[in-house]
């Protein structure tokens, strides 16, 4: 069973940057593509940024794109998300999520494995 577990959220001030890192607990983590997922409270889950198993091919939700930078290291089985020039409507519970086919997917269904949730708070 793969294991997901974020690291790095909290509270930054608009404009600030925050790095959070998912770590997973076996090897298959890098036979499949990753991505990362939010949560504001009242709304619904949405994709943020992915990333296929070998990192050639990335993708972003148009709301952070310039902004957020998604990356892997299949070695040490972790995914990075790097957030920059952060914004109030960035407050979420982020999710990190893992499947088993390389490509990258925007749906949440799509997705196998599931972190525990990291909160970022960001202050106007």
């Known amino acids: 069973q793969v294991q997901l577990v974020e690291s790095g959220g909290g509270l930054v001030q608009a404009g600030g940057s925050l790095r959070l890192s998912c770590a997973a607990s076996k090897r298959t983590f890098s036979s499949g593509a990753m991505g990362w997922f939010r949560q504001a409270p009242g709304k619904e889950r949405e994709f943020v940024a992915g990333?296929?198993?070998?990192?050639?091919?990335?993708h972003y939700a148009e709301s952070v794109k310039g902004r957020f930078t998604i990356s892997r290291d299949n070695a040490k089985n972790t995914v990075d998300l790097q957030m920059n020039s952060l914004k109030p409507e960035d407050t979420a519970v982020y999710y990190c999520?893992?499947?088993?086919?390389?490509?990258?997917?925007?749906?949440?269904?799509?997705?196998?494995?599931w972190g525990q949730g990291t909160q970022v708070t960001v202050s106007s």
């Open positions: 990333i296929s198993w070998s990192g050639s091919s990335t």
């Open positions: 999520a893992g499947r088993q086919r390389r490509v990258v997917s925007i749906s949440g269904n799509e997705y196998d494995y």
